[in-house]
């Protein structure tokens, strides 16, 4: 099992910026990818960013120039730092990992947490 637990959202002004965390524990092999993904209201879940083992990053267009990926290998966490925050950025962020072992490729996300975007 492997536990994920999302902090650091809140309610932020356009125009500002707020850092997402999460934190892995549990029966963690590696991880091949880690990445952040969004649902708002009435919407699907859509990618933001991951990052991968080798820290290779990709991001949504919409976030581009905006949002930055990183990771702590030491700590087993990812963070999303989101800057110049627009109200179509809020969502319920939810962390993800991806771990691929013997062939099988497990996804495990985490409870989300939200971000408030005032106009």
């Known amino acids: 099992q492997v536990q994920l637990v999302e902090s650091g959202g809140g309610l932020v002004q356009a125009g500002g910026s707020l850092r997402l965390s999460c934190a892995a524990s549990?029966?963690?092999?590696?991880?091949?990818?880690m990445g952040w993904y969004r649902q708002a209201p009435g919407n699907q879940r859509d990618l933001v960013t991951t990052?991968?083992?080798?820290?290779?990053?990709d991001y949504a267009d919409s976030v581009k120039g905006r949002f930055t990926i990183s990771r702590d290998g030491a700590k087993n966490t990812v963070y999303l730092q989101m800057n110049s925050l627009k109200p179509e950025d809020a969502a319920v962020y939810y962390c993800n990992v991806v771990m691929v072992i013997g062939g099988l490729r497990y996804v495990h996300w985490g409870q989300g947490t939200r971000v408030t975007v005032s106009s």
């Open positions: 990052i991968t083992s080798d820290g290779n990053t």
């Open positions: 549990g029966s963690i092999f590696r991880f091949d990818a």
